[in-house]
């Protein structure tokens, strides 16, 4: 049972360069969740959605889109990449509004030189 | 908004030490609270959860949370560290049924001497 994986897992982007960070969860949750961890931060939500054809902004949207391809994936995308988005990246998903817990992807280290 | 308050960033104890770490959330809903645990170099795991029903909540590997509902409180406890708790650790937020987001703190950094 794989659960949360995320592709890349390390990636380096030169100034306004674009990239997609992928996400795909295999245990039939509704809702999925992009945070980036940055030191002394902790996690702070970029976007979620709750279900299929749904997303949101959270507390730090700025600067990303994102994609709700289907129930399974869930796309984040920086289209002109800044140094102030280095950060580690994760990919999390939860079964459904309620009493339920979030699991987490292995995160994606990305650093914008 | 939500907001999540953890009030300790860095702590260093030593073994066998009893631990309490603080979290408040601002949040006048139905919540469901979360304590995780991230190891040097890897994902969060969850640590513990308090959905409904008794405020004391038992999780893995020893921790424990206490919900405090008039305080707005979450506080992680452990009675005897071990050198493999050092780690970081967040506390979370969800309203259970206003919306999906789950809103963290910002950690708090454990460092466990032998």
């Known amino acids: 049972n794989a659960g949360v994986t995320q592709t890349p897992k390390f990636q380096v982007l030169k100034t306004g360069q674009s990239m997609t960070l992928q996400c795909a969860q295999d245990?039939?949750?509704?809702?999925m969740y992009w945070y980036r961890q940055d030191p002394g931060m902790g996690l702070r939500l970029i976007y979620y959605?709750?279900?299929?054809?749904?997303?949101d902004k959270g507390e730090v949207p700025n600067g990303y889109n994102v994609s709700r391809l289907n129930k399974r994936e869930f796309s984040l995308r920086l289209e002109s990449a800044a140094p102030s988005q280095t950060s580690v990246y994760f990919c999390?998903?939860?079964?459904?509004?309620?009493?339920?817990?979030?699991?987490f992807g292995q995160g994606t280290r990305l650093t914008v030189v | 908004a939500q907001s999540v308050s953890q009030h300790n960033h860095h702590v260093i104890l030593s073994e066998a030490a009893s631990l309490e770490l603080g979290c408040n959330y601002s949040?006048?809903?139905?919540?469901?609270l979360f304590w995780y645990v991230q190891y040097p170099g890897q994902h969060l795991q969850l640590l513990l959860k308090?959905?409904?029903?008794?405020?004391l909540v038992k999780g893995i590997k020893g921790f424990e949370a206490e919900f405090i509902k008039s305080k707005f409180s979450f506080n992680l406890r452990k009675p005897s560290v071990q050198w493999s708790d050092t780690a970081e650790y967040f506390c979370?937020?969800?309203?259970?049924?206003?919306?999906?987001?789950?809103?963290f703190g910002k950690g708090t950094r454990l460092h466990i001497l032998p």
């Open positions: 308090y959905f409904s029903g008794d405020p």
């Open positions: 949040y006048g809903g139905t919540v469901n």
């Open positions: 959605s709750a279900s299929e054809g749904t997303t």
């Open positions: 245990m039939n949750h509704n809702s």
């Open positions: 979370a937020v969800n309203d259970r049924y206003r919306d999906d987001k789950i809103i």
């Open positions: 999390a998903s939860t079964q459904r509004r309620g009493e339920a817990e979030a699991f």
